[in-house]
């Protein structure tokens, strides 16, 4: 028996109404909103506390995250402990998840190395209905996009990293988008597989841990 298709509608065709996060998870599980889903091992939701004040948002699972079913695990996960040690927030009571659920990658070599691609815009907007329904739930006060997939995801096409990292900006309020109708703030920094593959790994690691101190420090602001 063939593999079912995609829906032509994304994640939408399947994000159930009226739950929590334990039911996003399961429903997500499910997912078949684009092709990423006929390769990948899982699907891999997100991680942490249902109340937590800042969320991450990164791009999408790797091979480590794919093959265990959790956020942040391999060495980018990793480093972006060891960057949220030094920037003062716990990862313990964060809320970690991608902007796409599905590993994907190509294969190379003889045994087969999975090798991973850059979700399309397509894969991102598919996807984005999980992402929204997850901070409608969670309403953090200080969104961080990592890296430019998750920048895309909620902030569109023409979000760009080296213009709008280290700042805080409003969180926009579109009543068409319930993720994004609670006053907070949005942070975008760079994605800590990026940090990794920097030509200077040491600067590119300060500047990650300097736009973390300020998502640290906005915790502290009054309400918008």
Not at 95 to 117: C, L
């Amino acid at each position: 028996m063939s593999a079912p298709s995609p829906s032509p509608s994304g994640a939408a065709a399947f994000l159930p109404a009226h739950v929590g996060l334990e039911g996003l998870r399961a429903a997500a599980a499910q997912c078949r909103g684009c092709e990423l889903y006929r390769d990948a091992t899982q699907t891999v939701f997100s991680k942490g506390s249902p109340t937590a004040t800042v969320v991450l948002v990164g791009e999408q699972p790797g091979d480590a995250e794919d093959r265990r079913g959790a956020p942040f695990v391999g060495p980018a996960g990793q480093l972006l402990d060891r960057a949220l040690d030094e920037a003062g927030l716990d990862r313990s009571v964060l809320y970690v998840t991608n902007a796409v659920k599905h590993f994907r990658f190509r294969t190379e070599g003889p045994g087969r190395r999975r090798i991973h691609q850059t979700p399309e815009g397509a894969h991102v907007d598919a996807c984005k209905p999980w992402l929204l329904a997850e901070l409608a739930i969670v309403d953090p006060k200080v969104v961080v996009l990592l890296g430019a997939t998750a920048g895309r995801a909620l902030l569109g096409p023409s979000f760009r990293v080296t213009r709008d990292r280290g700042r805080l900006l409003p969180r926009p309020g579109r009543a068409d988008e319930p993720a994004t109708v609670h006053l907070g703030w949005i942070l975008a920094t760079l994605h800590p597989s990026a940090v990794l593959r920097a030509d200077d790994p040491e600067a590119a690691y300060a500047g990650f841990v300097a736009d973390l101190r300020v998502a640290e420090q906005a915790l502290g602001r009054p309400g918008r």
